[in-house]
């Protein structure tokens, strides 16, 4: 049986992406042939992972309110270097992972909580969670999943512009001057990235946001997801490793 970590057991059935539409929408074929339409769960511009001819991991449903019974779940993508890379491309996964990873203390500098609470309402914004820590005090946490890997094999965030992501920026350096713990955990969905940099070149705004409220008190901390696997096929996903975190890396220009 395949599943993602936090997930109940489903078996993920697999095709080719021939392409991605209306943001929501994305046209596969099957492995016995079939043509179906999953729902893509996944709103952003997915620059670099939305690669029509790839292999892709779908996930059934069988619920007969829904409009689709297919929902993409994970691309297989060329790593350059005669490998595959592993990508979750449902956005909705992410603070799930991050959920179970901090449950089982694999998030060493948020180990040590007594009560973790989702989606927390702050001054501006609503956060992802707040972890009362066994001190008495709080530590406010926002996720957010990375997928790009650029043309320089690192990792960046966001693709594309972000308002919401400046927001949530503001929330945090907020409760930082507040005297709050905060952090931005970047949930990195993507096995063949192993850092991650803010975005300058898609969302400058962004990134300088995050270079400043970084020197105001906001923790910022990535974590990388591992993919268990047999004979080809995904078992399981699970935040797994540390990965350095670079605020000053700029995407250098394409070579003409």
Known sequence: MSQLETQPRIELVPGTLLRRYKRFLADVQLDDGREVVAHCPNTGSMRAVNVPGCRVWLS????PARKLAWTWELIELPDGQGGIDWVSVHTGRANALVAAALRAGRVAPLADFARLTPEVKVEGARLDFRLDLA?????????????????????YFPDAVSERGRRHLDALAALAAAGQRSV???????????DVAPAAHLDPAYAARLREVATQGVEVLAYGCELRQAEGRPLGMRLARRLAVDLERRLAPAAD
């Open 135 to 155: 001190s008495g005090d709080a530590c406010y946490v926002e996720v957010k999943q990375v997928t790009l890997k650029e043309r320089d094999g690192h990792g």
């Open 184 to 194: 931005l955990l970047f949930c990195v969905a993507h096995t063949g990235i192993q």
């Open 60 to 63: 059934p449903s069988t619920n």
